[in-house]
Nanobody
Framework: QVQLVESGGGSVQAGGSLRLSCAAS????????MGWFRQAPGHEREGVAR????????WYADSVKVQFTISQDNAKNRVYLQKNSMKPEDNALYYC??????????????WGQGTQDTVSS
């Protein structure tokens, strides 16, 4: 059983920063790609960033390319999302996800419970 646990979410004022962490565990499981998704109230879930485990190739949604940075620490089985210059529109429930195959938007089969970020203006 694969488990993904997010941490680091919280409340911040506009312009501030937050760093999300995702810890992955599961015997015999090998992740090829990790991603961060978010769902804002009244909106569908959207992909934010993805990273290929090992080589470190990354993808970002256009809306966060300048603000957010995804990174990995393979020794700790962790993936991070550094979010800078946060805006009220970044208010959302942020999910970590894992794929054992490709690194496309629909490749992710394991999901964390999510962590809420609130940005006040």
């Amino acid at each position: 059983q694969v488990q993904l646990v997010e941490s680091g979410g919280g409340s911040v004022q506009a312009g501030g920063s937050l760093r999300l962490s995702c810890a992955a565990s599961g015997y015999g499981y090998s992740s090829k790609c990790m991603g961060w998704f978010r769902q804002a109230p009244g909106h569908e879930r959207e992909g934010v960033a993805r990273i290929v485990i090992g080589p470190g190739f990354t993808w970002y949604a256009d809306s966060v390319k300048v603000q957010f940075t995804i990174s990995q620490d393979n020794a700790k089985n962790r993936v991070y999302l550094q979010k800078n210059s946060m805006k009220p529109e970044d208010n959302a429930l942020y999910y970590c996800a894992s794929s054992s195959s490709a690194c496309e938007a629909d490749s992710f089969t394991y999901w964390g419970q999510g962590t809420q970020d609130t940005v006040s203006s």
